[in-house]
């Protein structure tokens, strides 16, 4: 089942209403001034990184993200629900693969999950290929208190 976004204006940012998580997406957008990639995450991932490679042959994108657990969990369950947006523009997340972390006092847990798509398309006689690669990181951080 499908999950649209909203566009909320004073946030300038997508949301998606009655849900709870974090936000990290890339959106192809257009305005006015042009065609443009929008980069949006919420404030909560560290160590972030993003790359948007342009070529005659088609595009990819690369972002990668560490979400630390607070240092009063011992325990934590997260999913990553990719996001899709539609030929019109609309965004929208699936449900998605979940991950859950434990670990001992003094010692740190760490576990990756990457989700992976390519798309390739035929434009007036001509391939194109759009590639995404976004590994997730999550850690519960060593030395918390118990």
């Known amino acids: 089942m499908r999950c649209f976004s909203a566009w909320d204006d004073a946030q300038q940012s997508y949301v998606f209403p009655d849900t709870e998580g974090y936000v990290w997406l890339c959106t192809e957008e257009s305005d006015e001034s042009g065609d443009y990639t929008r980069m949006q995450n919420d404030d909560v991932f560290c160590d972030g990184t993003?790359?948007?490679?342009?070529?005659?042959?088609?595009?990819?994108?690369?972002?990668?993200?560490?979400?630390?657990?607070?240092?009063?969990?011992?325990?934590?369950?997260?999913?990553?629900?990719?996001?899709?947006?539609?030929?019109?523009?609309?965004?929208?997340?699936?449900?998605?693969?979940?991950?859950?972390?434990?670990?001992?006092?003094?010692?740190?847990?760490?576990?990756?999950?990457?989700?992976t798509q390519t798309l390739t398309e035929t434009q007036k006689g001509r391939r194109r290929r759009a590639a995404l690669s976004v590994p997730s990181r999550c850690s519960l951080p060593h030395g918390r208190s118990a």
């Open 50 to 115: 993003s790359a948007v490679h342009v070529t005659d042959e088609g595009s990819s994108y690369e972002f990668s993200a560490t979400l630390y657990v607070p240092n009063d969990r011992t325990y934590a369950v997260f999913y990553c629900n990719p996001i899709y947006q539609t030929a019109d523009g609309r965004v929208y997340a699936l449900a998605g693969q979940g991950m859950s972390l434990s670990g001992e006092t003094g010692s740190t847990a760490a576990m990756t999950q990457t989700l």
